[in-house]
């Protein structure tokens, strides 16, 4: 038996259960709990992209972390006009995520 939570007040969406993709065979990376970027009023949550992004993040990172910093300026000029590389923007909400991928394949690398 579950127990049903009431409704939430004003109209508000709740998010039931897991979003799941036809491609969910792909590994999720390990988030080590909750990374998180410390600002000066709170902690923010890394943004994670949808499965089908995430992937693209997750071998544009791998690629990054091996070739450097010159393969993503590459990258940029080349797929400018592609939303699919909008992570590669540091405005962009999935690039905290992105530059977290570039990081752990890096350190991954070293070891």
Same mark, same amino acid.
């Given at each position: 038996?579950?127990?049903?939570?009431?409704?939430?007040?004003?109209?508000?969406?709740?998010?039931?259960?897991?979003?799941?993709?036809?491609?969910?065979?792909?590994?999720? =990376?390990?988030?080590?709990?909750?990374?998180?970027? &410390?600002?000066?009023?709170?902690?923010?949550? &890394? &943004?994670?992209? =949808? =499965?089908?992004?995430?992937?693209?993040?997750?071998?544009?990172?791998?690629?990054?972390?091996?070739?450097?910093?010159?393969?993503?300026?590459? &990258?940029?000029?080349?797929?400018?006009?592609?939303?699919?590389?909008?992570?590669?923007?540091?405005?962009? =909400?999935?690039?905290?995520?992105?530059?977290?991928?570039?990081?752990?394949?890096?350190?991954?690398?070293?070891?």
């Amino acid at each position: 038996m579950v127990a049903e939570a009431p409704a939430p007040a004003g109209g508000a969406i709740v998010a039931v259960g897991q979003a799941r993709s036809a491609a969910g065979a792909l590994p999720t =990376p390990d988030l080590e709990g909750v990374k998180q970027i &410390i600002t000066q009023t709170r902690a923010i949550g &890394i &943004i994670l992209p =949808p =499965p089908d992004i995430r992937a693209i993040v997750d071998k544009t990172a791998q690629f990054v972390a091996k070739n450097g910093i010159e393969f993503e300026k590459r &990258i940029l000029a080349s797929e400018a006009n592609n939303a699919k590389f909008n992570f590669l923007n540091p405005t962009d =909400p999935y690039h905290a995520y992105y530059r977290m991928r570039v990081s752990d394949v890096e350190q991954a690398v070293k070891e």
